[in-house]
């Protein structure tokens, strides 16, 4: 099916900021501190659909008290990178991907499907003004925050807006855990459940994330770094992390099988995780996704049949777990040290991301 692209009026910034503040933006860009210069909006009303796309000056929004966004949460967002590839030009990774999530994610909050291809063009549009921000060098990429909110004016619950405002902005990153590919430690969270069956889990939603805010505050006491959510009916089937999917290297070497927890509805399917299975497979490794307790978990990292874990996502990229902590006790995964197989699937696919390696399976999306 072909959708007719919106035109987009482009209205570029007078006064973006001087090379120089950018490039001191860029010198050490952290995790979404910084912003580009422009943003994109397109807005959908009931009867008319979509319209009005497009790039303007990134700027404060006025927004009115009773928009429904700020009481009843009827918000999704996307995460993906640009990267600044080895011969200078500019590639978005799996851009259709996050556009399909991010219909899902429309459906499932009852709000309207914006076209995958507007989607897409929508982060041309805006990376080819904002060119000038992709770092280079390193693991720094811009980061893409594609977002839809409600913004029809009113209090009642009876039905879903009937107007909505579809943004994009960008903002410069280094890498997201800022000690590298050190291992981190992880939570399991009994107390806390982040989605249930038939809720929200696969839809990337706002409320998913600020429900998780005391789980990860929680692990923070404990010594932790990040929180692993496990299923809210029995708690003890392993789902994912505060922002990242989960992979377990059982065995190791070439015959080690690597699996992730299957998609059971209250997880976001990630996009990396669904990557590295295509590139896990190519290297030879059995995939699968699989159910995995929090007992498996314990008790193959204490016999070793657990060889390595690790958590992937667009902002993580592929970061190992090296020790769990929970309320019924502690463990160490392998030697709790960066595992061979978790650091070859790192430079797997940052070596597709950065065009330093060939790309098979055309995820790349050259901006031009
Ligand atoms: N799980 C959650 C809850 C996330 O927020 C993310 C980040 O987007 C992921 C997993 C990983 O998904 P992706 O690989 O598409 O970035
Ligand atoms: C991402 O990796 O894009 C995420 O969504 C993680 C987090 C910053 C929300």
């Known amino acids: ?47 008319r659909g979509w319209h009005d796309a ?20 009827q918000e999704i967002f996307e995460g993906l990178k640009a990267y600044r590839q080895a011969d200078g030009t500019v590639a978005v990774f799996r851009p259709e991907a996050n556009g399909e ?50 913004s029809e004016v009113g209090l009642g619950i009876n039905r879903p807006a009937n107007e909505y405002t579809f943004m994009v902005i960008a903002s410069p990153a280094g890498a997201y855990f800022p000690r590298g590919i050190k291992p981190v430690s992880v939570w399991l969270s009994k107390d806390y ?42 708690r003890r089937w392993v789902e994912e992390m505060g922002g990242m999917n989960l992979y377990f290297v059982r065995g190791e070497g070439e015959d080690a099988e690597i699996v992730t927890p299957q998609l059971t509805g209250t997880l976001l399917p990630g996009i990396t995780r669904d990557s590295l299975l ?54 160490t995964v392998g030697d709790g040290q960066p595992g061979p197989i978790t650091q070859r699937l790192r430079a797997e696919l940052l070596g597709i991301q950065t065009g330093q390696r060939p790309d098979p399976y055309g995820w790349m999306h050259r901006i031009r």
């Open 278 to 331: 295509r590139i896990a497979s190519d290297l030879g490794h059995t995939t699968g996704e699989v159910k995995i307790s929090t007992d498996d978990w314990r008790q193959g990292s204490a016999d070793g049949t657990i060889s390595e874990v690790f958590a992937c996502g667009t902002a993580a990229v592929i970061t190992p777990v090296g020790s769990v902590r929970s309320a019924e006790g502690d463990w």
């Open 54 to 73: 497009r790039l303007q000056p990134y700027a404060p929004l006025s927004m009115d008290p009773a928009s429904m966004v700020l009481h009843y949460s």
């Open 1 to 47: 099916m072909t959708t007719p692209s919106l035109p987009f009026d482009l209205k570029p910034s007078a006064q973006p900021v001087s090379d120089a503040d950018r490039e001191a933006a860029l010198a050490d860009p952290g995790f979404g501190r910084h912003f580009t210069d422009h943003m994109v909006t397109i807005r959908w009303t009931e009867g």
């Open 193 to 234: 459940v982040r989605a249930a069956p038939g809720g929200t889990g696969e839809a990337k939603t706002g409320g998913n994330y600020a429900g998780a805010f005391l789980a990860q505050a929680e692990a923070t006491r404990n010594g932790c770094d990040q929180v692993v959510w496990l299923d809210a009916v029995e």
């Open 101 to 150: 999530r991010f219909q899902r994610s429309a459906r499932r909050m009852a709000m309207p499907e914006l076209p995958v291809e507007t989607f897409v063009e929508a982060i041309d549009v805006l990376v080819r003004q904002d060119e000038a921000w992709v770092p280079s060098g390193g693991e720094q990429t811009l980061y893409l925050r594609p977002f839809m909110f409600a």
